[in-house]
């Protein structure tokens, strides 16, 4: 293969790598030729002051590796992540994998909700009314058909209605929050995730999935429960809510729990 020359240039003078009696001109007496063998390495060899140029000799080493860019190696990675999908979600929940299929919703929440949402990586409560209702009875119905009408929206907004629309009695109702062993009748709310319930059980609540984070607040979950898609269960919940409240202590006239007026909330799931 032809030689591939660089750019001739002189050593500057206040260098002093070699000197073997140097000219009065101040020019450099010797220079270093930059030469590469058949292997990868490089080696400098030292010349008379014959020329004034270095040059150095490239060799092809076809067996050598091609580096890989950090960056493209994190784009295989990422790539290598199923994107959200209804499908995926539903072969999730027919696996019973609950915890996988809780944040596949969450991510084909913020997909759904638009490109806003999706750069930001979380939705604001104003962005659930660019999710279309078919699409959000489509997760709904996942949900349902895989926990036997025990998880879904809709089953959270039927409880949420039969709790008065009143988030602490709904996050205690759907197990969001425990209750702790003492004395006073107190609650706290279920760190997230290793206390909350992944599988179904006998003792597991209803409405207890999916999650919906309201670290920032209550309004995207009610968005989500008062969204279009459930407006002909919406009637039917009000109703039943409605006949609850007269049959049962539940009921919205009725002064909340001492614990309940002193609990600060602090949705951090």
Partial sequence: MANASLQSFLLPQHHSFASNGGSH????????????????SISFRLHPNTSRSVTTTSTTN?????????????????DSSPAPSLDLLSRQLAAGDYRQADETTRALII?????????????FFSEVQFISAEDL??????????????????????????SQRDF????IRVGWMKKLDTEVEQYNYRAFPDE??????????????????ALRGTQLLGNILTHPAFQEENQQDEAAAAAESATTDDNKGRERPKFM??????YSF
């Fill in 261 to 266: 007026k002193d609990f600060k909330p602090d």
């Fill in 168 to 171: 602490t009695r709904f996050f």
């Fill in 25 to 40: 001109d101040g020019s450099p007496s010797a220079l270093f030729k930059l030469s590469t063998n058949t292997g990868s």
């Fill in 62 to 78: 076809s067996s050598a590796p091609t580096p890989v860019a950090p960056a493209a190696a994190s784009a295989a990675e990422e």
């Fill in 196 to 213: 909350f319930m992944w599988e179904i059980k006998d003792d597991t609540p209803e409405g207890h999935l999916p999650l919906t984070n």
């Fill in 111 to 123: 997909d759904l909700a638009g490109e806003s949402a999706r750069r930001r990586g979380y939705v």
């Fill in 137 to 162: 009875r489509a997760i709904d119905e996942l949900w349902k058909e895989h926990s036997n009408g025990k998880f879904g929206y809709s089953v959270q907004r039927r409880l949420w209605e039969k």
